[in-house]
């Protein structure tokens, strides 16, 4: 069974311009979450989609959004890029046939830097 | 809110020596506890999880953790550590009833030497 893959891998943007970073999730996996890594915040919970709504939402500016699609895949924009948004961003599916806690399954992220 | 304490932010150690990897978390109510690992060059995968019952859980390649509700702490141990368990650690939690929705504590760099 394929994992689950983000892409792009890498991206360099400018201050002020604005991304888009895909997800796509194991398949039959209906959750789908987004992490923030970076080295001095460590790992911070974004917000979850499941069945394409938004589920849990982290502490993040209104410039932090994401959509799920009928076929589990996700979507994060952030706009108004920022220097501090560099950072790798991770991906995580699971299950989630109860709507309580499963594992959470996580992508290889993709790099953002903002120049 | 919740929040999660990891001490120990590098660790070296020989191989065979044995392992503790502290972590505490702050919440005021009943949570899941979990530890996750990230080899080199790997994504980020479960190595253990906590949601009740026995607080000693056993998890993969040997690690097991300790589940002190007085303490709020979930240690994560391993008695003989390879060179392959370099990584880095993190420990998470999440409230029950609280999706996937998970805090991590900063990580732990573990580096085993032959």
């Known amino acids: 069974k394929a994992g689950v893959t983000q892409t792009p891998r890498y991206l360099i943007k400018t201050r002020g311009q604005q991304v888009t970073l895909s997800c796509s999730p194991i398949?039959?996996?209906?959750?789908v979450s987004w992490y923030q890594q970076t080295p001095g915040q460590g790992l911070q919970f974004l917000f979850e989609?499941?069945?394409?709504?938004?589920?849990n939402k982290g502490n993040f500016p209104g410039r932090f959004s994401g959509r799920q699609f009928s076929n589990s895949r996700s979507e994060m924009n952030v706009s108004t890029l920022e220097l501090g948004d560099s950072a790798l961003y991770l991906c995580a599916s699971s299950v989630a046939l109860t709507g309580a806690w499963d594992e959470q399954y996580f992508g290889p992220g993709t790099r953002l830097t903002v120049t | 809110a919740q929040s999660v304490s990891q001490h120990n932010h590098h660790v070296i150690l020989s191989e065979a020596a044995s392992l503790e990897l502290g972590c505490n978390y702050s919440y005021g109510g009943t949570v899941n506890l979990f530890w996750y690992v990230q080899y080199p060059g790997q994504h980020l995968q479960l190595l253990l999880k906590y949601f009740s019952g026995d607080p000693l859980v056993k998890g993969i390649k040997g690690f097991e953790a300790e589940f002190i509700k007085s303490k709020f702490s979930f240690n994560l141990r391993k008695p003989s550590v390879q060179w392959s368990d370099t990584a880095e650690y993190f420990c998470a939690v999440s409230s029950t009833g609280g999706g996937n929705k998970l805090t991590f504590g900063t990580g732990t760099q573990l580096k085993v030497e032959l």
């Open positions: 398949s039959g996996h209906r959750s």
């Open positions: 989609y499941f069945s394409e709504t938004q589920r």
